[in-house]
């Protein structure tokens, strides 16, 4: 919630301009005591930006919250110089859950509580179903199929091939008729640690989703929405390239210094799948339909 900007956005209208300020220093530094990169030589400034935010937190806030923010922060900075990157500290949070379990399993005042009473129950019901004395059904009938229908037949523009024929040496033929049996239309790309996804309408509330990203658009950066993904073999090797609708420069909020793109203003464009940033995290603005924030750029 606070290093992707989803606090900072759901609170920027709740907090007067006295504590606003020191709020968003909070939620920087925890961005950057959360992140992956350790960087020695930059953990004294990150030190002294945890004093300075730490001593406007006790200026503006309740002893309560203080308390609350303040504690997990004491010793972080330096735990990072000793331990590296703080997401292994979370480990300590895993420890108290599994004490809790501990405790519930050994509950003999309120047995039904348990956790071994649970499984108990769920072996029962298991056995049941499988004996016949209780019907079959099946749990995945009730879950909406998510399974991504099959894509529109996309005819390439003369743009599109000429910037395909730019990283495939030339396989594509220049006509954008006879280009369809040469590649594949993908709806997913899997990363190490993301997913993109391409435009699919949302039955839900009849919206398309897909994944916003941030591209590198010749010497400038723009944000972008993936329409889906092109997958070309050049040399027995798949190449991945996106069909992207581009739109106009995103602005930064004054106030939460969060950035929001007009969709209004767009255009489509082929590139390639390196362009593209890893997904941000959006939300549609309440007032404006054609505002989108882009919580963690």
Known sequence: LAVDGILRYRLRGLLGMSQRKPFFRLLDVIQKVCS??????????????????????????????????????????????????????????????NSWICQRVKNQRFPEATVMETYRVFDW????????????????????????????????????????NVCCDNVLPLHPTNCNQFFSIERKVHGKSHEWRAQKLDSSDNKHVSSVVLVN?????????????????????????????????FEQDPESCLYFVNTLSSHVTTLSFEFLSVPLVTVADDDRASILWLLNM
């Open 217 to 249: 658009y010749g010497n400038t950066k723009r944000v972008g929405r993936v329409i889906h993904f092109l997958s070309l073999p050049v040399s027995g090797i798949n190449r991945e390239f996106a069909t992207t609708e581009i739109f106009s420069d």
């Open 125 to 164: 019901v298991h056995y049941m179903v499988l004996s016949g004395n209780l019907p079959s059904f099946d749990v995945d009938s009730v879950v909406e199929n998510e399974t991504a229908k099959p894509a529109t037949n996309y005819q390439l523009t003369t743009q599109d091939i000429r910037v395909l």
């Open 36 to 97: 992956d990169d350790e960087v020695t030589d930059s953990l004294p400034v990150l030190q002294k930006e945890r004093n300075e935010m730490g001593a406007e937190i006790e200026q503006d806030f309740p002893i309560s919250v203080q308390t609350i923010s303040l504690h997990i922060f004491h010793h972080s900075v330096a735990g990072i110089h000793q331990l590296g990157p703080v997401h292994g500290l979370w480990m300590h949070c895993y420890e108290r859950f």
